[in-house]
T-cell receptor, first 117, second 111 residues
Framework: GAGVSQSPSNKVTEKGKDVELRCDPISGHTALYWYRQSLGQGLEFLIYFQGNSAPDKSGLPSDRFSAERTGGSVSTLTIQRTQQEDSAVYLC???????????????FGEGSWLTVV | KQEVTQIPAALSVPEGENLVLNCSFTDSAIYNLQWFRQDPGKGLTSLLLIQSSQREQTSGRLNASLDKSSGRSTLYIAASQPGDSATYLCAVANAGNMLTFGGGTRLMVKP
């Protein structure tokens, strides 16, 4: 697609339920990132996928959070047993390359707005 | 741990003014620095990317500079317009292209 696509754009869920957020990166982009933006907070790194390498999960806030990337393309972020503090915008991004060089501009999707009630 | 700070946190200017947004970072071992724009309820739009070996990048009315040794970047907006009103975010990339973001500057350009 032309840009990073995320779904759902908005999700309201009850506390304790599981949610899945989907990200479809720009075609051909090898790197995929998930970030979280909470109300009044900055952007927080969650997880990063690069090609077939093991993902960098260092930003995941708890073991209720997990993510996978199938076939090197689409990624799903799963939050189990949601809590109210999980309410945030979950932003997915992708880049053509990693590290130094002109291909490492990072492009963001519109985000998935999650509200836990 | 990389820390990124943006000053000011908010800025209100009349239309037509030239303005400067500031970004500072603590670890100069960066791959690149990227400026983004975020409109309310929207995702992030990449404005400019400066590689660690570069000093500045320009796109239209926007000019971003980078002084890696002092850990500073500025985003210069010429002849500001009401449509420039948004939050501007600075982010630095370290190993793995992981971005560390500043808190942003909320810009309001009044007609």
């Amino acid at each position: 697609g032309a840009g990073v696509s995320q779904s759902p754009s908005n999700k309201v869920t009850e506390k304790g339920k599981d949610v899945e957020l989907r990200c479809d990166p720009i075609s051909g982009h090898t790197a995929l990132y998930w970030y979280r933006q909470s109300l009044g907070q900055g952007l927080e790194f969650l997880i990063y996928f690069q090609g077939n390498s093991a993902p960098d999960k260092s930003g995941l806030p708890s073991d209720r959070f997990s993510a996978e990337r199938t076939g090197g393309s689409v990624s799903t972020l799963t939050i189990q047993r949601t809590q109210q503090e999980d309410s945030a915008v979950y932003l997915c991004a992708s880049s053509l390359a990693v590290g130094r060089g002109p291909g490492n501009t990072i492009y963001f999707g519109e985000g998935s707005w999650l509200t836990v009630v | 741990k990389q820390e990124v700070t943006q000053i000011p946190a908010a800025l209100s200017v009349p239309e037509g003014e030239n303005l400067v947004l500031n970004c500072s970072f603590t670890d100069s071992a960066i791959y690149n620095l990227q400026w983004f724009r975020q409109d309310p309820g929207k995702g992030l739009t990449s404005l400019l990317l400066i590689q660690s070996s570069q000093r500045e990048q320009t796109s239209g009315r926007l000019n971003a500079s980078l002084d890696k040794s002092s850990g500073r970047s500025t985003l210069y907006i010429a002849a500001s317009q009401p449509g420039d009103s948004a939050t501007y975010l600075c982010a630095v990339a370290n190993a793995g292209n992981m971005l560390t973001f500043g808190g942003g500057t909320r810009l309001m350009v009044k007609p």
